[in-house]
């Protein structure tokens, strides 16, 4: 099953929207994440940043040469099992609600 298939599965709720050059997912109005060939783009907010972008297979989101301390990119290889997946779709809806 295709990774955007897999969130969409995961966020039967989420209004979706072409961006970032995928397929974005919005949870109350809130981008809470966006599928990609690169991978899944993963809001965690400030507070979880730090801890989340140490984990392999995952970096920080850099837009226009600036890092941004609230998402991550996580790889394909990362999201492997539909454990993995769901951990990070929660963190992201919950991101998105704290943000919105």
């Not at 970096?59 to 790889?75: E, I, N």
């Not at 990362?78 to 779709?89: K, N, Q, T, Y």
Request: with cysteine; proline share 5%.
């Amino acid at each position: 099953m295709e990774l955007v298939d897999r969130v969409r599965a995961a966020l039967p709720r989420a209004q979706e929207r072409r961006m970032f050059g995928g397929t974005g997912f919005l949870v109350d109005g809130a981008l809470a994440c966006s599928v990609s060939p690169r991978g899944l783009l993963v809001r965690t907010g400030r507070e979880l940043f730090a801890g989340l972008v140490r984990r392999p297979g995952v970096a920080p989101m850099v837009m226009g040469g600036r890092t941004s301390r609230g998402w991550v990119h996580v790889a394909p290889d990362a999201l492997g099992d539909d454990a993995s997946l769901r951990e990070w779709v929660e963190v992201a809806v919950s991101a998105a609600r704290a943000a919105g």
